[in-house]
């Protein structure tokens, strides 16, 4: 990832319910600057009690502003509604239609840049998006509500992808404290609350997934009449396969006659030409394997 000089007069606009939004300033320009993303990676790392990282400022909020009123315009069938002891919270379903607004949001925090941003920023490159919003989306917590201390889900539940870290931006404008409602964060070993972050609007918190990432807002929200706690919620994986195995994987196989002696030769030379050499010399050595194998 490198800083792109982009245009300076650009005049790229989409209207969502009369409001006007600049498609060029909707996220922060520095998420596509590599030495500002490792820049963060700092403040991740040694972040207490676990890795996790406070932004404000990174998304429009003009369009924070709609998403918060799509809370609103959502379908109640679309809410999935989470009662027990330990929590008592609204989301939306994997998969739900999303307002115009909230599907922007998320269309930007899926895209390949900002996963490669995240990566520069938490060292675990290569992360997967879930467009099912699976676990994420639209989250809702109203009077009376809380979400115990606790650590996310390690495997995603339909395709069991390693979840590697969560990111939450709050939607509260005016938030009173005395409401209660700040996320906290735990420290496993002395089992207190470390660090506690406010829902405010335009808040944005990455937090790293791990056994001792203890998070949650255990107290019973007690709100005035009308007003709710909203954030919005995306998890990233990535895949715990070993390289040994993705390389053991089969690609598009084609039923047709084998290729001329020279032609497979010319193929060989481009593919060894774009691989990295230490994944090249890993390939023939699983062959010779493979053949070895074979042959006894």
């Known amino acids: 990832m490198i800083a792109i000089d982009l245009p300076a007069a650009r005049e790229d606009y989409l209207t969502i319910r009369g409001r006007r939004l600049d498609l060029n300033t909707l996220v922060d320009e520095r998420v596509f600057d590599e030495r500002y993303a490792r820049s963060l990676g700092l403040r991740f790392a040694n972040a207490r009690p676990f890795e996790h ?51 922007l949001y998320f269309s930007i925090v899926n895209s390949g840049y900002f996963a490669e941003f995240l990566g ?18 639209l989250h809702e917590s109203r009077n009376g509500g809380k979400f115990g201390i606790h650590c996310d889900f390690d495997r995603h539940g339909h ?13 509260n404008k005016d938030w009173d404290p005395a409401w209660g409602g700040e996320l ?15 829902p405010d609007f335009g808040t944005t918190l990455l937090m790293k997934n791990t056994p001792v990432s203890l998070h949650g807002h255990p107290h019973p929200l007690a709100m005035p009449e009308g007003r709710t706690r909203r ?42 030409s774009w691989m990295p050499p ?14 070895a194998g074979t042959e006894g």
């Open 120 to 137: 520069h920023v938490t060292n675990v490159h290569n992360l997967i998006v879930d467009q099912t919003l699976f676990g994420g989306g």
């Open 184 to 198: 906290e964060l735990w420290d496993a070993r002395t089992r207190t609350c470390v660090t506690k972050v406010a």
């Open 53 to 103: 990282l406070r932004l404000q400022g990174l998304f429009d909020p003009a369009l924070l502003e709609l998403v918060a009123e799509e809370f609103d315009l959502f379908p109640r069938q679309d809410w999935n509604t989470f009662t027990t002891r330990q929590e008592k919270t609204f989301r939306s379903a994997p998969g739900a239609r999303l307002g115009p607004a909230s599907q």
């Open 231 to 272: 954030s919005v919620a995306s998890y990233y994986y990535t895949n715990s396969e070993s390289v040994e195995q993705i390389l053991k994987g089969r690609t598009t196989s084609f039923m047709e006659r084998a290729l001329p002696d020279s032609v497979q030769t010319s193929a060989k030379r481009l593919a060894r």
């Open 159 to 171: 395709n069991g992808l390693r979840n590697e870290m969560v990111m939450l931006t709050y939607l």
């Open 278 to 291: 230490a994944l090249w010399a890993m390939a023939r050595r699983l062959k010779r394997r493979a053949k």
